[in-house]
């Protein structure tokens, strides 16, 4: 193989990258689309970035937000045209990772409303939401992520916080199949 020059550290910027953010890029795409295709999209968000591995940030979090931004764009392109019911939808049981037993019905009905409430946010309170409180990225990578200023996030983190709160306050004792009934369009 022959190296020119820079790229033995090109490519062990690359190797540092790969070790440090894949895991966390697997349970970002997981969230956001099949499981059966989270490693091949991690594979293409990958090659992207191999192939703009100058491009990478100097910090650790905004090289993370930039990386989840190429999955995002990803799963996007791949998405076009075809209607993805739940592709944003979140297992919040599995993310949340809380222990149900028969003994605390209280945490029972509240993960169940959250749920419920959850699958009535539009997906982009859901994807909003989702960065801040699963991705744990800040206001700006988030933004970054999201392609729009970070005033513009915090003003969809507001939207998205204010619809849920709303529907976890006025959530019926039992409903039909949710509806997504607040929120904007994935331009807002």
């Known amino acids: 193989m022959t190296h020119f ?13 790969y070790a440090a953010v894949y895991p966390d890029l697997l349970r970002f795409v997981r969230r956001r689309a099949d499981a059966d295709r989270a490693e091949d999209i991690g594979a293409d968000t990958f090659l992207v970035v191999w192939r ?81 409180v699963f991705e744990d990225l800040s206001g700006p990578q988030a933004a970054a992520v999201l392609g729009v ?9 507001s939207r998205a916080r204010r619809a849920l709160r709303l529907l976890l306050d006025h959530l019926p004792a039992s409903s039909a199949t949710p509806q997504p009934v607040l929120g904007r369009t994935p331009s807002s």
């Open 149 to 157: 200023s970070p005033v513009a996030y915090r003003l969809r983190l």
């Open 52 to 132: 703009r591995v100058g491009e990478v940030p100097s910090s650790a979090g905004d090289a993370r937000a930039w990386i989840f931004g190429i999955s995002r764009n990803i799963l996007l392109n791949n998405g076009r045209g075809e209607r993805r019911s739940g592709a944003l939808g979140l297992r919040l049981a599995d993310a949340a990772d809380l222990p149900v037993s028969t003994a605390d019905i209280d945490l029972a009905t509240r993960r169940i409303d959250i749920a419920r409430a959850w699958r009535m946010l539009s997906e982009t309170h859901q994807e909003t939401l989702g960065l801040a």
């Open 5 to 17: 020059p820079g790229e033995p550290d090109r490519e062990q910027q690359f190797r540092t990258l």
